[in-house]
């Protein structure tokens, strides 16, 4: 899972809030992969394309570049959550996501 060669544009990605105390930036989409950087409570991050298991998603930070955050987590339960959309403590569907 190679990342863009390109830096996005500032109106790209999807916002989304951090709702967990903080969420790891990691370089690959799995919790063995090394942590670049993490983003706290109330911050709002871009993500873009799914990874194969739909739990997480690439992400860009402007001290980080491209990495890998999870959305949601089996022992901490929601970690991100879209901008604007009612709190909800099941997982997020992909598709769901798309629609709105």
Do not use: N
Not at 4 to 21: F, K, M, Q, R
Not at 36 to 46: I, L, P, S, Y
Not at 62 to 80: A, I, K, N, S, V
């Amino acid at each position: 899972l190679m990342p863009p060669a390109s830096v996005p544009g500032s109106d790209e990605g999807a916002p989304h809030e951090v709702i967990g105390d903080r969420v790891v930036i990691r370089s690959g989409p799995s919790q063995g992969a090394a942590a670049q950087g993490f983003a706290k409570k109330g911050a709002v991050v871009r993500l873009f394309e799914w990874d194969e298991s739909c739990r997480w998603r690439r992400s860009w930070a402007d001290r980080t570049g491209w990495g890998w955050m999870m959305l949601d987590h089996e022992e901490y339960g929601p970690l991100l959550r879209p901008v604007g959309v009612k709190l909800c403590a099941q997982p997020l569907e992909p598709m769901c996501v798309a629609a709105t």
